[in-house]
């Protein structure tokens, strides 16, 4: 776990970028990608998440994926992990985001990571933006609309990008009222993932 903050921290702070590459390697359907973890509700254990973190060098971010347990890959990436500002020595805080913009729901994902201890927690918030906002939800779905059309690998995932960073400003201005929050346990799924990429 150590070793995985430590590559986090050094890519946020030797960020490069490169030119456009269509077929840039995005994660899609991929068996495992450069980080995985399964994560199990605090209260529910059957109630998992499988998530999975893939290092775009080029581009300076680092893109999000949710297993599909049924198919046994990642699907193409929708969202990127988001650093915050560290409150405290040894804690790291991420963010990224699952949207339901028909229904003006944003599913906010905060990723903490805990060197001392090396425990990774997952906080799923449901928000909930009323109608007032619909100019805003709006906005977010013309760049959704954007970026599904787009078929060019980097300048998808650099819509993508910007897709989250909008959503993060509306976000972050506490006008959504939060419905529930889920807590989850994580844990590295690496060598699950690898035993069945072996099978398969």
């Not at 690998?153 to 910007?162: A, G, M, Q, S």
């Amino acid at each position: 776990m150590k070793k995985i903050i430590f590559i986090l921290f050094i890519f946020f702070t030797t960020i490069t970028y490169s030119n456009s590459n269509p077929s840039l390697d995005i994660g899609e359907k991929a068996k495992i990608l450069d980080f995985n973890w399964v994560c199990s509700n605090n209260v529910d254990i059957t109630f998992q998440k499988w998530i999975g973190l893939k290092v775009l060098k080029s581009e300076g971010l680092i893109t999000q994926s949710d297993f599909r347990l049924d198919e046994g890959i990642y699907p193409i990436p929708t969202t990127i992990l988001l650093k915050r500002r560290q409150k405290e020595s040894g804690v790291a805080h991420y963010v990224y985001y699952r949207p339901l913009l028909s229904k003006n729901i944003i599913e906010k994902n905060t990723l903490i990571t805990k060197t001392q201890s090396n425990e990774t927690t997952l906080y799923t918030e449901i928000i909930i933006f009323n109608h007032s906002l619909d100019n805003e939800i709006d906005k977010l779905k013309a760049i959704e609309d954007k970026m599904w059309k787009e078929r060019n690998n980097t300048k998808f995932i650099r819509l993508v990008e910007k897709f989250t960073k909008s959503i993060d400003e509306l976000v972050l201005t506490e006008k959504g009222k939060n419905e529930a929050t889920y807590k989850f346990n994580c844990k590295t799924s690496e060598f699950i993932l690898k035993a069945a990429e072996k099978e398969g």
